[in-house]
């Protein structure tokens, strides 16, 4: 069976400092990947999502990067975190080239103080 | 682009009571439909899917939903609640051909003993 793995579980950065979260998924091959970032306990925003390896696409402007470097490991960076990214990093895989549900890690608790 | 709306951010029923929480979706074309819940401070949870068939769909822990084309909707039912059903629902939406899913804003259900 297929599973999906964050880390790290909650982070604490100060303002300014740089950022790193890693997601891998298990069990399957080629899936689609994908970064959310939910605020408030509340709606999802859709950050970026790769189609395969070094292939990225990117949602919304901001400081943050995505990197694929291996096909089951999807990595969220930035290099000056921002008060504002503060939120609930939340990591997804689907089947590649078919249309249906995202399943979802555990997600990233992460505070910018 | 495809959009979902929730008009309910909080449901509250009581224990034993049916219970609905309501989607209305905007796509191009036929729309593939989802249900997810989220518990605090966890990854989301896939319940169940409209792709094609069937206007009623069943899926996890005795959820239900119903596509009706007519009027854009996709609400989430269970004849009986429970207590352990209170929870943050998402409903999602995304179109045949393309690639990535919108969710809604969320609906936060209470069920009270």
């Known amino acids: 069976s297929q599973t999906i793995h964050q880390w790290p579980a909650t982070l604490v950065q100060p303002v300014g400092s740089p950022l790193s979260l890693e997601c891998t998924v298990e069990?399957?091959?080629?899936?689609?990947l994908y970064w959310y970032r939910q605020a408030a306990g509340r709606g999802l925003q859709l950050l970026f999502y790769?189609?395969?390896?070094?292939?990225i696409s990117s949602e919304v402007p901001q400081n943050l990067s995505a990197s694929r470097p291996q096909d089951r490991q999807f990595i969220l960076s930035s290099k000056k975190l921002l008060l504002s990214d503060s939120g609930f990093y939340l990591c997804?895989?689907?089947?590649?080239?078919?249309?249906?549900?995202?399943?979802f890690g555990p997600g990233t608790r992460l505070t910018v103080l | 682009a495809q959009s979902v709306a929730q008009p309910e951010d909080q449901v509250n029923v009581a224990e034993g009571n049916p219970l609905t929480v309501k989607c209305t979706y905007s796509?191009?074309?036929?729309?593939?439909l989802f249900w997810y819940v989220q518990y605090p401070n966890r990854g989301l949870q896939f319940l169940l899917k409209?792709?094609?068939?069937?206007?009623l769909v069943k899926g996890s822990y005795g959820f239900e939903a119903e596509f009706n084309k007519s009027q854009t909707s996709f609400h989430l039912k269970k004849p009986s609640a429970l207590v352990s059903d209170s929870a943050l629902y998402f409903c999602?939406?995304?179109?045949?051909?393309?690639?990535?899913?919108?969710f809604g804003a969320g609906t936060r259900l209470t069920v009270k003993p």
């Open positions: 997804a895989w689907s089947v590649s080239g078919a249309y249906g549900e995202q399943f």
């Open positions: 069990g399957t091959s080629n899936p689609n």
């Open positions: 790769s189609v395969g390896i070094g292939q």
């Open positions: 796509v191009s074309g036929n729309p593939y």
């Open positions: 409209y792709i094609t068939g069937d206007n």
């Open positions: 999602a939406v995304r179109a045949i051909h393309n690639n990535d899913m919108r």
